[in-house]
């Protein structure tokens, strides 16, 4: 039994104990980690506020104290690769993260290619076998969406091994392994990407106020938002319900198909689509860790219609601006072009939305410091998620070594340059023909050549003099060519080093 004289004591500590707040850091700064050497490194947390944070690393220490809120942020001096580190965070409470490596560190987003994962890609059990790479780290950013951006995630780097490999992003690890294998760096690569997701929901909203590009897509979800939060929709769909629960009880006594259940109207507010959802629920919380640079995998979800096809040309650009910017660093961006799927049509002018996006994708290069990888070639009629990510982490490494780390050697696909009008040919001329131009198995194909009158035919083309010359007997005086336009075409145009030429088209018509 507590005396009375003894309790006041016991309230006293237990009430200091509440109010203390031990020092804290994000996900991110935890074991295995990789920091970004190089470049000055933010640390952030939380403690007491006025209480006083050291961070040390290696032979710095850095010391501040937490403001009036509890929150601190220390700099460090760039730092050096290295292996084997220990950083410590030091208050009322001390906080360490072991194991840790100084390397590159890449993030990798998008939607469910990017989510894939080895166990899901070509050939896993061998993949996984091999993955024994204890300088390669991932950590993987948990689902989360958000109305306001989040302070902090969750999550934890793992350690390529075998036994953990099989859950990392695909297309990231690949990358991740090509980068690690070719120049012998320490590689960490934070997969923050979302299945079945749209680019507006990735870009902050800050970032898409005021812009009239977009204008429609931010009606189109504010439409949908009031439709489900209507007082008269919300009635009727409670009286739908109601019945449906009825005839589903009917429906199981009698043995007969349980009906649909009823649909709500509109889309929800926290809808993980909704613009700037993910933005704030996948992405806010990784800045300002330092990054070499990113990679991206989506835009099969933008290909809903021709106009959303053709404004991702605009929204690309406006996700990579606004990320560079909350940043503060204009770090190398690449991305995937989306692959060949679905059935092979045989006309030569049928439409395609995803033809529209590899157009958009290829437009957003003019942007300083971009690539992006053509991979018209290894795509899976009937699966969305094609199997071999190796190669499109390859070839998205091979733009990273020529670009972000200055080798000398081939890292793009022939990109459409210009064209002339010859008599009854069309001359095209193309950018990145490293070793020259090849057609891969027989005659050029998926070339088609039309007139003034807009009717599409499939042309002749032949590889003359560093270009392709197309034509056809019936067209005398052409006006447009297109290649592999379409949503799975058979293409077979590349370079001498073995990458895919891009689809394109010499027109604007609708």
């Not at 931010?218 to 938002?225: A, E, H, K, M, T």
């Not at 996948?282 to 990679?295: D, E, Q, V, W």
């Not at 601006?321 to 940043?327: G, H, Q, V």
């Amino acid at each position: 039994m507590i005396t009375p004289r003894i309790v006041p004591a016991v309230v006293f500590a237990t009430l200091s104990t509440l109010a203390h707040a031990d020092i804290k850091l994000p996900a991110l700064f935890s074991e295995h980690m990789v920091l970004q050497g190089g470049v000055k490194v933010p640390v952030w947390g939380s403690a007491d506020p006025g209480e006083e944070v050291s961070i040390s690393i290696g032979k710095q220490t850095k010391t501040t104290k937490a403001d009036n809120k509890g929150k601190w942020r220390v700099v460090l001096d760039p730092l050096k690769p290295e292996q084997g580190l220990e950083l410590t965070a030091k208050g009322k409470n001390t906080v360490t993260a072991k194991d840790v490596l100084i390397g590159d560190v890449w993030l990798c987003s998008g939607q469910s290619n990017m989510e894939q994962s080895v166990s899901n890609s070509a050939n896993p059990d061998a993949e996984k076998a091999a993955g024994n790479f204890p300088s390669i780290r991932m950590f993987t950013v948990p689902y989360r969406k958000a109305a306001e951006p989040l302070e902090d995630c969750i999550g934890a780097w793992k350690v390529c091994t075998p036994e953990n490999v099989g859950s990392f992003s695909a297309t990231g690890y690949f990358f991740g392994r090509e980068l690690h294998q070719k120049l012998g760096i320490n590689v960490g690569l934070i997969n923050s990407s979302v299945g079945g997701t749209a680019i507006e929901a990735w870009t902050s909203s800050d970032a898409m106020k005021g812009k009239p590009q977009i204008k429609f897509i931010l009606d189109r979800w504010n439409q949908w938002v009031a439709e489900r939060t209507n007082p008269e929709n919300i009635k009727k769909h409670e009286e739908a319900m109601a019945a449906w629960k009825i005839a589903e009880v009917k429906a199981k006594a009698e043995g007969t198909k349980t009906p649909d259940e009823p649909g709500m109207p509109g889309r929800d507010r926290l809808d993980h689509n909704h613009p700037a959802n993910l933005f704030n629920g996948k992405i806010a919380s990784l800045i300002p860790y330092p990054i070499k640079g990113a990679i991206w995998y989506q835009g099969e979800s933008n290909a809903n219609s021709p106009e959303d096809s053709k404004v991702f040309a605009f929204q690309l650009p406006l996700m990579i601006s606004d990320w560079r910017k909350r940043w503060g660093n204009e770090f190398p961006f690449a991305w995937v072009q989306l692959v060949n799927f679905q059935d092979r049509k045989s006309d030569p002018g049928a439409p395609s939305k995803w033809a529209l996006i590899r157009e958009s994708m290829v437009k957003a290069l003019a942007t300083p410091k971009t690539g992006m990888t053509v991979n018209i070639d290894i795509g899976e009629a009937e699966d969305i998620h094609p199997k071999n990510k190796q190669e499109i982490g390859r070839r998205l490494a091979l733009w990273a070594l020529a670009k972000v780390y200055g080798q000398k050697i081939p890292y793009s696909g022939p990109l459409y340059s210009k064209h002339e009008i010859k008599g009854d040919k069309v001359v095209v001329s193309f950018t990145h023909s490293d070793k020259g131009l090849v057609a891969k198995d027989g005659e050029l194909k998926a070339f088609a050549i039309a007139g003034a009158d807009k009717k599409w035919v499939w042309a002749n083309a032949k590889i003359e003099g560093g270009k392709v010359v197309i034509s056809h007997p019936e067209i005398k005086q052409p006006t447009a060519v297109r290649y592999g336009w379409a949503q799975n075409p058979d293409c077979n145009l590349f370079n001498g080093a073995g990458l895919p030429a891009s689809p394109f088209r010499t027109d604007s018509w609708e």
